[in-house]
């Protein structure tokens, strides 16, 4: 009896030890995880975000005699955005208020001006009508003094001589009078002329002033869909923006055959974008929707973005197809194809371990492990591919095994 329950309860022990010893060691082994090497299609691909824009459009502005007048006005009423409009279709209207100032100042000053030109007129017509009587005063003089000379034959020599000189004094004056009348008349002309143009200068002004008045009312001038046009800074124009007049856009009709996508890449990716690079263009709005596009430019000098201290450079991608659906504003993402290679060896980046400038890979071979030396070609996010030193579907760790350290390195040569 004593032998039979030392077999009962002695076989499971051994069984267990046995079982440990031969799987105990796999067991932690399999702690570490590992991937094969796979073969496929590499694929290198910066996807940054955008926006579409129209390369060709045409703007709405607001009358460009603002900038004659110096005004500054705010935008008092606009069409939805995306709205579709004809030529000679209402877009919006301009808030009339400074304009209708200065018409009420150039009234004011009109009223001014012509009363100043009829006093002006007045004291012409005055002046000149008293020095035309003084001049026939003189005339009379003369007359009535030769006269007197005619009859004073007998009269003492003197006296002829007396009369003589009092008409010469007379004849000299009315010379120097009429001389003086002359002068005083274009003297007189030519301040009617200056009050006068001033008169015309005020009115013709406050005809454009009010003709400026009723181009506040704007209309296109052609067929398309209305966008808002931007400010400085990235925002969109809207009621109450206030219109500068050395930049008068209100809106836009941008040509939806002609589209790109203004992105930005960091500093790091932008070392890998170049000009025409291919781009397959996404959008946030349209998830089923791809297009084809080609990179255009590329900006040589970042820019900060505001609330940044990061540089961003300037990317903008032509659409080589065109949808109906898509609309300048849209978010944009652009998978940019930077490299690709076909039936290539690959494993992920964190296979992959470098020693004293030697990229190796731990690899598993049968119950044990070995450091093999490879040579690496291009690389994304993910994947590296291999040229050589390694084989499809070998087994390679994701992290360093426990007690490699002293292992040599299997040299490709």
Do not use: C
């Not at 090497?37 to 390369?55: L, R």
């Amino acid at each position: 009896m004593n032998k039979k329950k030392l077999l009962l309860f002695g076989i499971p022990i051994v069984l267990i030890l046995v079982g440990y010893t031969l799987f105990g060691n796999t067991a932690d082994e399999d702690v570490a995880v590992t991937t094969k090497v796979v073969k496929g299609d590499f694929v290198n691909e910066v996807i940054i975000s955008g926006e579409a824009q129209s390369t060709s459009l045409k703007k709405i502005n607001a009358p460009e005699e603002i900038r004659k007048f110096k005004l500054n006005v705010k935008i008092q009423d606009l069409i939805p955005e995306g709205s579709f409009v004809k030529e000679g279709d209402y877009v919006g209207r301009l808030d009339p208020s400074e304009v209708n100032e200065q018409i009420l100042d150039a009234q004011l000053n009109l009223e001014t001006a012509e009363s100043k030109y009829t006093q002006e007129q007045l004291d012409t017509t005055l002046t000149l009508k008293q020095e035309r009587t003084a001049i026939k005063d003189l005339l009379f003089d003369i007359q009535e003094n030769k006269l007197e000379l005619k009859q004073s034959i007998y009269e003492p020599p003197a006296t002829i001589k007396k009369l003589e000189i009092n008409i010469e004094r007379l004849e000299r004056d009315l010379k120097e009078k009429t001389e003086d009348y002359i002068i005083k008349e274009q003297k007189a002309m030519a301040k009617m002329v200056e009050v006068g143009t001033e008169v015309s200068k005020i009115k013709k002004m406050l005809d454009e002033l009010r003709d400026l008045q009723k181009s506040f009312t704007i209309h296109s001038d052609t067929n398309g869909m209305v966008t808002y046009a931007k400010n400085w800074d990235g925002s969109k124009r809207k009621v109450g923006t206030t219109i500068s007049s050395w930049d008068p856009a209100i809106a836009t009709l941008p040509d939806l055959t002609k589209m790109e996508s203004k992105t930005y890449a960091n500093e790091v990716d932008i070392r890998k974008i170049k000009k025409d690079l291919p781009v397959i263009i996404g959008f946030d709005a349209f998830p089923d929707i791809t297009l084809k596009g080609t990179i255009t430019n590329v900006a040589n000098v970042g820019e900060e973005k505001r609330g940044s201290d990061i540089k961003l450079f300037q990317v903008l991608v032509n659409f080589d197809e065109n949808n109906d659906n898509v609309r300048p504003g849209m978010t944009t993402s652009n998978r940019i194809l930077i490299h690709k290679e076909e039936d290539v060896l690959m494993v992920p980046l964190e296979a992959v371990f470098s020693q004293d400038s030697i990229s190796f890979v731990y690899t598993k071979s049968g119950m044990s492990i070995d450091k093999k030396e490879i040579e690496m070609g291009e690389s994304n996010l993910d994947v590296v591919i291999i040229k050589k030193g390694l084989n499809e579907k070998e087994i390679v760790y994701l992290s360093k095994p426990e007690g490699m350290e002293e292992k040599r390195i299997l040299s490709l040569n």
